[in-house]
């Protein structure tokens, strides 16, 4: 799959029932969209998801990556 902040080549991560998905960017690095952020997540621009996979880096804390919510954006 294409990362969908910087359009690199990406794995998808998701484990399986998870309410979201989990991106593995060589660039941007591992981060999880929650299920519920997803519809604005992909309707976001470019620059938007850039910002709010930063804001997601900010509220990470003790996670294992950030997660993008609603709250994100
Ligand atoms: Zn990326």
């Known amino acids: 799959m294409q990362c969908l902040v910087c ?3 990406a794995k ?3 484990p399986p029932n ?3 998905y989990v991106i593995g960017c060589p660039t941007c690095g591992n981060y ?3 299920g ?3 519809d604005r997540f992909q ?3 470019k620059q938007e998801r850039c910002a709010a996979l930063d804001n997601a880096a900010s509220l990470k ?3 294992r990556w950030p997660t993008i919510k609603n709250i994100c954006f």
């Open 18 to 20: 998870f309410d979201g």
């Open 32 to 34: 999880e969209v929650a």
């Open 12 to 14: 998808d991560l998701t």
């Open 7 to 9: 359009a690199s080549a």
């Open 43 to 45: 309707k976001a621009s």
């Open 36 to 38: 519920g952020a997803w």
């Open 61 to 63: 804390g003790v996670a």
